[in-house]
């Protein structure tokens, strides 16, 4: 993470360019029919996205995840190949703002049934510090206030770094982190699935519900769980739970914002440690895709504990759990532990 590897627009027009001349004698509706037996094939940005396809979608849907297990999505590379399959989908999921080199690559491949995760829901500005005093139904409420302007933030930041926290005035992109926005998207991903494939309608339908109620039973798991604790400030290394501390009226402490394997400076250990006596924090997470260095920096300078809180922007051997919603109880479990769940 402390360099960006990102493909420059010039080349990814390249590469789309060859890819759509590899397909020329092959038509979207052709593959469809092809090796994927008739299934709707679709491109998944990464694992958030390609979670909800495959649940949403079930037996009718190919998913492929331009994003491999272990690689952090902000360092995503785009292959020539893997340019050309986004021109061969029938549907592409992704989440803009995330991942330039796919967002750009998205643009220029003309797939009809492409979907924009975070205007699914509402977007909103989070800085290292975020706290919050909970959501019941607000979803509604947010949109005006931050709805076109987070969007706007996103393609001002798009061309830098690639993964914004609000830090600069954009939008913070980890909208999956909240149960509740995230079934706010899944909602969004069955209607255009059943848009896109009229014939699997009722299933896309079904298998949407199912999962907005593992969604739902998942956020009252947390607002149970997170409601009495000897503290609400939690610190972590990347900044990714802002919707989380907002929902669950906690205190996120990031140290170094954006990259989660940035060197913090004497100052901000010497702020996290102030404000780790005042609000009585006890630990320092740290996520599984990127360097354990700096929590344990930090946590040796500051006398604090470390931990895991997964960001679940990929699963692999190394996660604590299976799928999204295995490590988001994984989370909650270490995040009362860190709070001193009653």
């Known amino acids: 993470m402390n360099v960006r590897r990102l493909i420059p627009a010039t080349a990814v027009a390249g590469a789309v360019a060859l890819g759509l001349t590899a397909l020329s004698a092959c038509s979207t509706s052709d593959a469809a029919d092809g090796g994927d037996g008739g299934k709707l094939k679709v491109t998944a940005s990464f694992y958030p996205m390609q979670f909800l396809a495959e649940r949403i979608g079930g037996e009718h849907v190919a998913v492929t995840s331009l994003t491999k297990p272990g690689v952090e999505p902000h360092d995503l590379e785009l292959t020539p190949r893997q340019i050309g399959s986004i021109s061969e989908s029938d549907y592409v999921l992704y989440l803009k703002g995330i991942q330039p080199a796919v967002d750009d690559a998205i643009k220029q491949s003309g797939v009809k049934n492409t979907v924009d995760a975070a205007t699914l829901t509402t977007l909103e500005n989070h800085g290292s510090e975020v706290s919050g005093h909970g959501h019941e139904g ?158 344990k920096t930090l946590a040796k300078d500051t006398g604090l504990k470390t931990g895991v809180l997964d960001p679940l922007e990929g699963i692999t051997d190394k996660s604590r759990g299976a799928d999204y919603i295995e490590v988001m109880e994984s989370n909650l479990t270490a995040l009362q532990k860190a709070l001193g769940a009653k």
Request: aromatic share 6%; proline share 4%; net charge negative.
């Open 138 to 295: 607000e979803g509604e409420e947010h949109a005006d206030e931050h709805g076109h302007e987070g969007e706007e933030a996103h393609e001002e930041h798009s061309e830098g770094d690639g993964h914004n926290h609000g830090e600069e005035g954009g939008a913070d992109p980890h909208i999956w982190l909240d149960p509740v926005k995230y079934a706010e998207v899944a909602k969004g991903v069955g209607k255009s699935l059943e848009k896109a494939d009229p014939d699997h309608a009722a299933d896309y339908k079904k298998n949407t519900e199912t999962l907005v109620a593992e969604l739902d039973k998942l956020n009252t798991a947390y607002e149970s769980g997170l409601k009495n604790t000897a503290t609400k400030t939690f610190i972590t290394t990347h900044s990714a739970f802002g919707y989380l501390a907002e929902r669950y009226g906690l205190t996120q402490q990031g140290i170094a914002g954006i990259d989660p394997e940035a060197e913090p400076s004497p100052a901000r250990i010497q702020e996290i440690h102030t404000i780790a006596e005042k609000e009585k924090a006890t630990t320092v997470f740290f996520e599984t895709l990127a360097s354990d260095r700096t929590a």
